[in-house]
Protein backbone atom coordinates (compact mmCIF):
# COMPACT_ATOMS: atom_id res chain seq x y z
CA UNK A 1 0.00 0.00 0.00
CA UNK A 2 3.28 2.21 1.13
CA UNK A 3 4.55 2.40 -2.52
CA UNK A 4 1.33 2.73 -4.38
CA UNK A 5 0.71 6.31 -2.17
CA UNK A 6 3.70 7.18 -3.04
CA UNK A 7 3.16 6.96 -7.08
CA UNK A 8 0.27 8.51 -6.64
CA UNK A 9 1.67 11.45 -4.95
CA UNK A 10 4.38 11.33 -7.49
CA UNK A 11 1.53 11.20 -10.39
CA UNK A 12 0.29 13.82 -8.78
CA UNK A 13 3.00 16.19 -8.39
CA UNK A 14 4.01 15.56 -11.74
CA UNK A 15 0.41 16.52 -13.41
CA UNK A 16 0.80 19.43 -11.38
CA UNK A 17 4.36 20.29 -12.97
CA UNK A 18 2.56 19.54 -16.39
CA UNK A 19 -0.51 21.62 -15.71
CA UNK A 20 1.90 24.38 -14.54
CA UNK A 21 3.60 24.21 -17.93
CA UNK A 22 0.58 24.39 -19.76
CA UNK A 23 -0.52 27.20 -18.14
CA UNK A 24 2.54 29.64 -18.62
CA UNK A 25 3.20 28.25 -22.24
CA UNK A 26 -0.51 29.39 -22.67
CA UNK A 27 0.06 33.14 -20.75
CA UNK A 28 3.54 33.29 -23.12
CA UNK A 29 1.35 32.31 -26.39
CA UNK A 30 -1.03 34.44 -25.69
CA UNK A 31 1.75 37.93 -24.67
CA UNK A 32 3.49 36.02 -28.33
CA UNK A 33 0.08 36.84 -30.35
CA UNK A 34 -0.44 39.72 -28.76
CA UNK A 35 2.81 41.55 -29.41
CA UNK A 36 2.46 40.42 -32.79
CA UNK A 37 -1.12 41.62 -33.27
CA UNK A 38 0.35 45.51 -32.29
CA UNK A 39 2.59 45.05 -34.57
CA UNK A 40 0.30 44.38 -37.75
CA UNK A 41 -2.09 47.00 -36.64
CA UNK A 42 1.22 48.98 -36.79
CA UNK A 43 2.33 47.87 -39.82
CA UNK A 44 -1.00 48.55 -41.22
CA UNK A 45 -1.14 52.20 -40.24
CA UNK A 46 2.01 53.13 -41.57
CA UNK A 47 1.29 51.48 -44.61
CA UNK A 48 -1.95 53.05 -44.97
CA UNK A 49 -0.75 56.62 -43.61
CA UNK A 50 1.97 56.26 -47.15
CA UNK A 51 -0.68 55.34 -49.49
CA UNK A 52 -3.14 58.16 -48.38
CA UNK A 53 -0.14 60.60 -47.79
CA UNK A 54 0.86 60.18 -51.48
CA UNK A 55 -2.72 59.99 -52.88
CA UNK A 56 -3.21 63.49 -51.94
CA UNK A 57 -0.21 64.86 -53.33
CA UNK A 58 -2.33 64.25 -56.45
CA UNK A 59 -5.02 67.11 -57.90
CA UNK A 60 -6.69 63.89 -58.20
CA UNK A 61 -6.26 62.59 -54.33
CA UNK A 62 -6.87 66.10 -53.17
CA UNK A 63 -10.17 66.33 -55.52
CA UNK A 64 -11.46 63.45 -53.67
CA UNK A 65 -11.00 64.26 -50.17
CA UNK A 66 -13.05 67.59 -51.43
CA UNK A 67 -16.16 65.61 -53.13
CA UNK A 68 -15.76 63.05 -50.04
CA UNK A 69 -16.06 65.79 -47.43
CA UNK A 70 -18.78 67.68 -49.74
CA UNK A 71 -21.01 64.34 -50.45
CA UNK A 72 -21.55 64.66 -46.20
CA UNK A 73 -23.34 67.80 -46.54
CA UNK A 74 -27.18 67.09 -47.16
CA UNK A 75 -28.32 70.88 -47.34
CA UNK A 76 -28.09 72.97 -50.66
CA UNK A 77 -26.20 76.09 -49.05
CA UNK A 78 -22.97 78.27 -49.79
CA UNK A 79 -19.67 76.19 -48.85
CA UNK A 80 -16.68 78.01 -48.77
CA UNK A 81 -13.81 75.25 -48.93
CA UNK A 82 -10.22 76.22 -47.67
CA UNK A 83 -7.17 74.13 -49.00
CA UNK A 84 -3.67 74.57 -48.72
CA UNK A 85 -2.41 77.48 -51.31
CA UNK A 86 -0.41 74.49 -52.94
CA UNK A 87 -3.49 72.16 -53.55
CA UNK A 88 -5.40 75.34 -54.73
CA UNK A 89 -3.15 76.09 -57.25
CA UNK A 90 -2.82 72.70 -58.52
CA UNK A 91 -6.63 72.26 -58.79
CA UNK A 92 -7.10 75.24 -59.94
CA UNK A 93 -4.03 74.83 -62.96
CA UNK A 94 -6.09 71.46 -63.76
CA UNK A 95 -8.82 73.34 -63.77
CA UNK A 96 -10.43 71.36 -61.40
CA UNK A 97 -11.82 73.59 -59.32
CA UNK A 98 -15.31 74.13 -61.02
CA UNK A 99 -15.51 70.52 -62.11
CA UNK A 100 -15.46 69.38 -58.32
CA UNK A 101 -18.79 70.18 -57.32
CA UNK A 102 -20.71 71.06 -60.39
CA UNK A 103 -24.61 70.59 -58.90
CA UNK A 104 -23.92 72.37 -55.74
CA UNK A 105 -24.67 75.88 -54.22
CA UNK A 106 -22.73 78.31 -54.48
CA UNK A 107 -19.33 77.98 -53.60
CA UNK A 108 -16.35 79.98 -52.84
CA UNK A 109 -12.81 78.42 -52.86
CA UNK A 110 -10.12 79.71 -50.52
CA UNK A 111 -5.91 78.97 -50.17
CA UNK A 112 -5.17 78.97 -46.59
CA UNK A 113 -2.24 78.19 -44.76
CA UNK A 114 -4.26 76.98 -41.94
CA UNK A 115 -4.85 73.76 -43.73
CA UNK A 116 -2.14 71.55 -44.32
CA UNK A 117 -0.83 69.87 -47.90
CA UNK A 118 -3.47 66.61 -48.76
CA UNK A 119 -6.56 68.49 -46.85
CA UNK A 120 -9.42 70.75 -46.94
CA UNK A 121 -11.66 72.91 -44.34
CA UNK A 122 -15.63 73.05 -45.79
CA UNK A 123 -17.35 76.27 -44.06
CA UNK A 124 -20.92 76.00 -43.83
CA UNK A 125 -22.92 79.07 -44.75
CA UNK A 126 -25.50 78.49 -42.17
CA UNK A 127 -22.53 77.63 -39.27
CA UNK A 128 -20.26 74.82 -38.54
CA UNK A 129 -17.22 73.55 -40.76
CA UNK A 130 -16.05 70.13 -41.25
CA UNK A 131 -12.84 69.28 -40.87
CA UNK A 132 -11.51 66.65 -44.21
CA UNK A 133 -7.19 67.68 -43.26
CA UNK A 134 -5.40 64.39 -43.95
CA UNK A 135 -3.64 64.02 -40.27
CA UNK A 136 -7.48 64.42 -38.43
CA UNK A 137 -8.40 61.26 -41.23
CA UNK A 138 -5.55 59.20 -40.31
CA UNK A 139 -6.28 59.91 -36.62
CA UNK A 140 -9.59 58.70 -36.98
CA UNK A 141 -7.81 55.86 -38.66
CA UNK A 142 -5.68 55.19 -35.30
CA UNK A 143 -8.39 55.57 -33.12
CA UNK A 144 -10.67 52.83 -34.97
CA UNK A 145 -7.42 50.65 -34.88
CA UNK A 146 -6.49 51.00 -31.24
CA UNK A 147 -10.72 50.80 -29.92
CA UNK A 148 -10.48 47.32 -32.83
CA UNK A 149 -7.38 46.21 -30.78
CA UNK A 150 -8.18 46.69 -27.46
CA UNK A 151 -11.86 44.84 -27.91
CA UNK A 152 -9.49 42.25 -28.91
CA UNK A 153 -7.77 42.00 -26.48
CA UNK A 154 -10.17 41.68 -23.52
Do not use: Y
Not at 19 to 36: E, M, N, Y
Not at 114 to 133: K, M, N, Q
Request: proline share 1%; hydrophobic share 45%.
Amino acid sequence: MEGTEEVHHAAAAELARLRSVVDALGDVTASAIGGIEDTAVAIAFEAVCKVLGDAATSHEGIAAIVCDVCRRITARQALTIRLHPSDFDMLRSAGALSALLPGSAQVSWVASDEVELGGCFVDLDGGGTLDARLETQIDSLRDALVTARNARAR
